[in-house]
């Protein structure tokens, strides 16, 4: 199966502080990936899609400027959280998908950012 | 508006069936997803559906009724590491996914 990975899978910052998180599609092109955001107990939370080369479309309620996205590459999206504070401490989880708008995502591993 | 909806929580007992229900509307359709995502981690796919009827896979097996708005994931000879949540997505005209809110499935032995 597709096999996306997330790096780092663990960041603990300071506030104030910037953190990338990277994603990567190991074994396939990803045409599209999106940033998802999930506090404890809760739903996971569309923050942004990205289509490479092009600019992340955001949801609602999400500041682009704070939380930066970029697709360079057909296996690589990187998400900023620029000047981190307390209430971004979150499980960030990455997803890619390929060439066809129909086929499935595919999930990274996560990554749980507490910023202190 | 669109809206998935599926219960909260289950409990089934280890080596039974369950089933998962998933009601949903949505603008357009173009697929219903499952995932399983166990605590502290990331989902996994675990079925597709786009045409009517049922997809087998192992012990999992997943129904679509595209008239009705309606799927289910049938969990069979539970084992205690299918304890998690279940999550429903369906694909709209769109090509987005609409997430349910998921359902935390509890194996008792």
């Known amino acids: 199966g597709a096999v996306v990975s997330q790096h780092p899978s663990w960041v603990i910052c300071k506030s104030g502080t910037s953190v990338k998180i990277e994603c990567r599609s190991l074994?396939?092109?990803?045409?599209?990936m999106f940033w998802y955001r999930q506090f404890p107990k809760q739903s996971l939370m569309l923050m942004a899609t990205?289509?490479?080369?092009?600019?992340?479309?955001?949801e609602q309620g999400v500041e682009k400027d704070k939380f930066l996205i970029n697709h360079a590459s057909l296996t690589l999206s990187t998400l900023t959280v620029t000047s981190a504070h307390p209430e971004d401490s979150s499980f960030y989880i990455c997803s890619a998908r390929g060439t066809d708008a129909q086929e499935t995502q595919y999930f990274g591993p996560g990554t749980r950012l507490l910023v202190l | 508006g669109q809206n998935i909806d599926q219960p909260t929580e289950m409990t089934a007992t280890e080596g039974a069936i369950v089933q998962i229900n998933c009601t949903y509307q949505?603008?357009?359709?173009?697929?219903l997803f499952w995932y399983q995502q166990h605590a502290g981690e990331a989902p996994t796919f675990l079925s597709y559906n786009v045409l009517d009827g049922l997809e087998e896979k192992g012990r999992f097996s997943s129904f679509l009724s595209r008239s009705k708005g309606y799927s289910y994931l049938l969990l069979k000879e539970l084992q205690m590491k299918d304890s998690a949540s279940y999550l429903c997505a369906v694909m709209d005209s769109n090509y987005q996914l609409i997430w349910g809110a998921g359902t935390k499935l509890i194996i008792k032995p």
């Open positions: 990205s289509n490479e080369g092009s600019k992340a479309t955001y």
């Open positions: 074994d396939f092109q990803a045409t599209t």
């Open positions: 949505t603008s357009g359709f173009n697929g």
